[in-house]
T-cell receptor, first 109, second 116 residues
Framework: RKEVEQDPGPFNVPEGATVAFNCTYS??????FFWYRQDCRKEPKLLMS???SGNEDGRFTAQLNRASQYISLLIRDSKLSDSATYLC??????????FGPGTRLSVLP | EPEVTQTPSHQVTQMGQEVILRCVPI?????FYWYRQILGQKVEFLVS????????KSEIFDDQFSVERPDGSNFTLKIRSTKLEDSAMYFC??????????????FGPGTRLTVL
């Protein structure tokens, strides 16, 4: 079983839509969780950390379900500029980041 | 806003040649990393570095690879004898810590390595 799995997409949504991505991880001892976004041929950029209680940053909401070992990202009121690949990242305590393969989002006018 | 920088942005080399990729991490960060991303594939961890020594490395990071912090600012990745399959984007990253808060990693823009 792969360490971090994501639906590769692409998700094609119209502007203004709400879209949700899920990510599952295999190691129940994982401690820290993040969502990064990556534009084509660019570096991953931190979107948000994911906290146990869930957290929100503007149009973006992240949730963590430790029992089911999945993380979600909800984007409300999608903008054209949200088009990117969204990377789920998981890490054990004090160890290296493990990246998921990413979910590609295209927001259409 | 402080950022991680990398040079060169693109490196073309012949198979068997040595390459050195350079990175300047964010100045108050203590932990440094190298990742690679083969075109169309996921980001893969290579190595982490702290207190002037390797703290963790992946299976990819074999004897052909080495890292160094030659001075107070630069962090380098050397590939001794490049292979065709080393062609990838190489990202440097840094973080303030590795656990608890402030363990977010910030990535440089990458060096695209093409091995011919």
């Amino acid at each position: 079983r792969k360490e971090v799995e994501q639906d590769p997409g692409p998700f094609n949504v119209p502007e203004g839509a709400t879209v949700a991505f899920n990510c599952t991880y295999s190691n129940s001892a994982s401690q820290s969780f993040f969502w990064y976004r990556q534009d084509c041929r660019k570096e991953p950029k931190l979107l948000m950390s994911v906290y146990s209680s869930g957290n929100e940053d503007g149009r973006f909401t992240a949730q963590l379900n430790r029992a089911s070992q999945y993380i979600s990202l909800l984007i409300r009121d999608s903008k054209l500029s949200d088009s990117a690949t969204y990377l789920c990242v998981v890490t054990l305590y004090g160890q290296n980041f493990v990246f998921g393969p990413g979910t590609r989002l295209s927001v259409l006018p | 806003e402080p950022e991680v920088t990398q040079t060169p942005s693109h490196q073309v080399t012949q198979m068997g040649q040595e390459v050195i990729l350079r990175c300047v991490p964010i100045s108050n960060h203590l932990y440094f990393y190298w990742y690679r991303q083969i075109l169309g594939q996921k980001v893969e961890f290579l190595v982490s570095f702290y207190n002037n020594e390797i703290s963790e490395k992946s299976e990819i990071f074999d004897d052909q690879f080495s890292v160094e912090r030659p001075d107070g600012s630069n962090f380098t990745l050397k590939i001794r004898s490049t292979k065709l399959e080393d062609s990838a984007m190489y990202f440097c990253a840094s973080s303030e810590s590795r656990e608890g808060y402030y363990n977010e990693q910030f990535f440089g823009p990458g060096t695209r390595l093409t091995v011919l």
